[in-house]
């Protein structure tokens, strides 16, 4: 039996900020940039500026996981605040390159708990979806993350106070 859900990240852990890591487009010639800070009261906040000069349009953020076997769960759930822009959740699995992405709206200022079912995330190889790729394989989560692209430049900003995964009540 398993709990009805079980949390992945919190920002309660003092090295918890050390975990993550920014891959902006940096890495591909752009100039955006990120950080993930956590502010109090413990709350995780990826913010930076996308700049879509020198081909780039894109910041990310991601932390590995102990591998995760997220099998008896159907999705996650996450409580944040954003800024009115699009973001996309980023899980990886075992040794794959393939991410596997599930975009999501935010309010602006707005706290807000938004659910992702697991069969929402699309399998994506540097930021292209990958037809014939494998679904997810939810019995290896390794890293967990956030994006954000779809040519959306400026400043942006998402507080993210935990991640769950969940399972879905039957009545």
């Known amino acids: 039996m398993h709990p009805q859900m079980v949390t992945l990240f919190d920002f309660s852990s003092p090295t918890s900020e050390e975990d993550w890591r920014t891959t902006d487009d940096v890495v591909m010639g752009g100039i955006s940039s990120s950080t ?11 913010q930076g500026t996308v700049s879509l000069d020198r081909g780039g349009g894109f910041a990310s953020v991601h932390a590995p996981l102990p591998s995760t076997n997220l099998s008896e769960y159907h999705g996650l ?20 390159a393939l991410t596997y992405q599930s975009p ?8 807000q708990s938004t659910r992702l079912p697991f069969q929402s995330f699309r ?49």
Not at 36 to 46: A, N, Q, S, W
Not at 104 to 111: H, Y
Not at 142 to 166: C, K
């Open 123 to 171: 399998p994506t190889f540097h930021g292209q979806v990958i037809a014939d790729a494998p679904s997810l394989d939810t019995t290896e989560v390794t890293s967990l993350g956030w994006i954000i692209a779809d040519r959306q430049a400026g400043q942006f900003r998402l507080e993210v106070d935990w991640v769950r995964a969940y399972v879905e009540e039957t009545t």
């Open 36 to 46: 993930l800070t956590v502010e109090p009261p413990e709350i995780g906040v990826f």
């Open 77 to 96: 759930e996450m409580r944040i605040r954003g800024d009115g822009n699009r973001y996309r959740l980023r899980l990886r699995t075992g040794a794959s």
């Open 104 to 111: 999501f709206e935010t309010q602006p200022g707005s706290w």
